[in-house]
């Protein structure tokens, strides 16, 4: 009797263990959307080390889009690598970075070749007039609109990071 007590002593300890592992340690890569300051997961985008994405918005003066395009690196860090917009100005850059490259194409201005790394990204969803967007894809074909999935003047931290199942099932899955 008391050899069956500890077998399944053993045996309930052990599924508990493997269930605490299945739903609390981090196993996929995503782009994750934290709520400001805080490790709540607000959102995320499954994706792979190397995908890129683009978050798009429109400047609050000139009332153009402005393309940011971005690559999710290895150590989950995020590089910027490239900047588009119309026109010069308030908030806009006039010139590239060292190794960058500025071209004139389509009637609008392309910042290529950046190389700027970031741990994270500290954004705020449009208040007003809520035109931010996420693209991401092979080829850019995925779009949402921030609005759809954040309230209006929410600020959030975008970091690419692992998340574990306990979170994917928490968090709102960003998709079409």
Do not use: C
């Not at 400001?36 to 609050?60: K, M, R, W």
């Not at 119309?86 to 970075?97: T, V, W």
């Amino acid at each position: 009797m008391q050899k069956l007590l500890q077998k399944r002593f053993i045996i309930g300890f052990l599924l508990l263990f493997i269930l605490s592992l299945t739903l609390f340690v981090p196993f996929r890569t995503a782009l994750v959307f934290y709520r400001e300051n805080t490790s709540h997961v607000e959102a995320y985008l499954p994706i792979e080390e190397g995908d890129t994405f683009q978050v798009i918005y429109t400047h609050s003066i000139h009332l153009t889009d402005v393309v940011e395009i971005y690559e999710a690196l290895p150590d989950h860090s995020i590089k910027q690598t490239e900047l588009i917009y119309e026109h010069y100005g308030i908030g806009m850059p006039s010139d590239a970075d060292e190794g960058g490259t500025i071209i004139y194409e389509d009637g609008k201005i392309h910042i290529k070749d950046m190389d700027r790394v970031f741990p994270f990204i500290n954004l705020r969803n449009g208040k007003t007039v809520p035109r931010h967007r996420l693209v991401w894809g092979d080829d850019f074909s995925h779009m949402v609109w921030f609005k759809d999935f954040f309230e209006p003047g929410a600020r959030f931290t975008i970091k690419v990071d692992k998340l574990s199942l306990w979170q994917l099932l928490k968090g709102v899955k960003i998709h079409e």
